[in-house]
């Protein structure tokens, strides 16, 4: 196991990895910007190093700082958390180059499954369900124009290299798809530096679920279930629960084994998530696969009582997958709230500044994971996430009642937040009956907006 590893992250993936590490008697170091001099979790830390200014260009995603804090700290290894450097396939090149660990799969692992056009073919050698549509780059319009013929619209032309949304046009007839390729491709460019797009079927009102993975050094793979995460808003994901409510165990375990098998295929070894969207039949179409541990991993453990973070640092120490297949079970329900420091009032504009009123729930079944406490001056320079609430019930039902408590008892003030989205969430018909899809958040914003009185629950 490893003596000492070093955190290339920040709030409250920074103190997750604390936590993990701490009870596998490992030290940490955490490298830190300016404008987190004063951060709560750095007291948790054996050793803290500054790699520089607060911008996460000159401090978070310097590989050269990073390294030089591990040279210097003489660290076995590194957690990359997510977002930052975490899915960056040269850095974890560069740690293997510098004999140090990287907390997660092989830069080549990486590359393969990080590449949504590789994904895609290592998906159809496995028998994993894909979206019908290119199985290589567009070379030019007209090859895109007679695929979606065949396929049908509407498409969605997506960039090889994307992430974050980003390259991404929906075409729902020839005249936009003209226009989407180009468009698409101009954006990964300057997104990416790499304009290669590819189309596929679009499909509305999907849900989003995706299957948590987990692979070592030795061949084994196992899956931890699956979550459901289509309470988004522009994409991005503002509450997860697991297991997705309402899905055939059947289907969602031959999903989740050929998952496991594309895991096991790439010689991945760490934690994955790969990502569906699902019909209302309840069809598959994976969508990407994420080479990193999951801001929503808290669900997920707290229906199998595995510990990810923990695993995925044995798993880079060279230890077998203690855990068998047929030994994972599912206990109850869990939802995660992501709690930004953000005015939903105000088109969601995020809120830095001092809090000074910081209340937590607790109770059974209650977990909160912050690096948030009263007198945190929240910096302007990142993510807006500082707290992910999460709760743990016998059922759904139980879940959901203990999180409209546990949303009541916690106080953050006095900057915005999204706790009280997330409160009104809890009361929607269609949220208590799993009746929502990917749009299902954007359309009760707009219905509140528009002054409708909210479905009663
Ligand atoms: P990124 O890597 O940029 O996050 P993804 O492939 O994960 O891109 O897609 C992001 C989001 O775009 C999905 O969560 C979904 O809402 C939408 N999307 C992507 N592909 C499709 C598709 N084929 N049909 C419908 N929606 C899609």
């Known amino acids: 196991m490893f003596t000492r590893i070093l955190i290339a992250n920040r709030g409250e993936i920074a103190l997750r990895i604390i936590r993990a590490a701490r009870e596998l008697g490992i030290e940490t170091v955490c490298v830190y910007s300016q404008a987190d001099a004063d951060a709560p979790w750095l007291e948790f830390a054996d050793r803290t190093i500054c790699i520089g200014p607060g911008p996460a260009a000159e401090s978070y995603l310097r590989i050269d700082r990073i390294i030089s804090a591990a040279e210097i700290a003489n660290v076995d290894a590194i957690h990359p958390g997510y977002g930052f450097l975490a899915e960056n396939s040269h850095f974890a090149g560069v ?24 994904c895609r073919a290592m998906a159809r050698a ?42 991404m046009r929906v075409a729902r007839n020839e005249v936009t798809l003209r ?24 499909l509305e009102n999907a849900r989003h679920v995706e299957i948590q993975v ?43 084994k050929s998952a496991v098998e594309m895991i096991r295929r790439a010689g991945y070894a760490g934690a994955a998530t790969v990502e569906f969207l699902m019909d209302r039949e309840q069809n598959f179409y994976m969508l990407e696969v994420n080479t990193r541990v999951q801001v929503e991993h808290p669900v997920t453990e707290m229906i199998t009582g595995i510990d990810i973070v923990k695993t995925m640092i044995r798993i880079a120490a060279g230890e077998p997958l203690q855990i068998k297949q047929r030994d994972i079970a599912v206990s109850g329900h ?3 709230c992501r709690i930004n420091a953000e005015d939903p009032d105000r088109g969601f504009i995020p809120q830095p500044g001092l809090v000074t009123d910081f209340v937590t729930p ?42 409209r408590g546990a949303l009541d008892e916690f106080r953050i003030g006095p900057i915005k937040t999204t706790i009280g989205l997330h409160r009104r969430l809890m009361d929607q018909r269609p949220f208590i009956d799993a009746e929502y899809d990917i749009h299902y958040l954007e359309r009760m914003l707009s219905n509140e907006s528009a002054g409708e009185a909210p479905v009663p629950a």
């Open 126 to 167: 496995t028998g994993t369900p894909i979206f019908p549509g290119s199985k290589e780059a567009i070379e030019d319009i007209e090859e895109a124009v007679t695929l979606a013929a065949e396929i049908g619209y509407p498409v969605i032309v997506k960039a090889t290299a994307g992430g974050g949304g980003r390259g």
């Open 179 to 202: 226009t989407a390729v180009g468009a698409a491709s101009h954006e990964a460019q300057a997104a990416f530096g790499n304009g290669a797009v590819y189309v596929e079927k679009f």
């Open 95 to 118: 740690c293997r180059d510098c004999h140090i660990e990287f907390i997660g799969p092989s830069p080549e692992a990486m590359a393969t499954l990080g590449d949504k056009l590789s």
């Open 334 to 336: 869990a939802i995660e």
């Open 362 to 403: 607790g109770g059974p079944g209650v977990r909160l994971d912050t690096h948030v406490r009263s007198g945190y001056r929240i910096p302007t320079d990142y993510d807006s996430l500082i707290a992910k609430l999460i709760v743990h019930g016998r059922d759904r039902d139980e879940a959901i009642a203990r999180m």
């Open 214 to 256: 987990l692979g070592d050094k030795h061949g084994q793979a196992v899956h931890l279930f699956d979550r459901d995460c289509s309470t988004q808003r522009r994409h991005q994901k503002l509450l997860e629960e697991a297991p997705a409510p309402g899905v055939d165990p059947r289907k969602r375990d031959a999903v989740a």
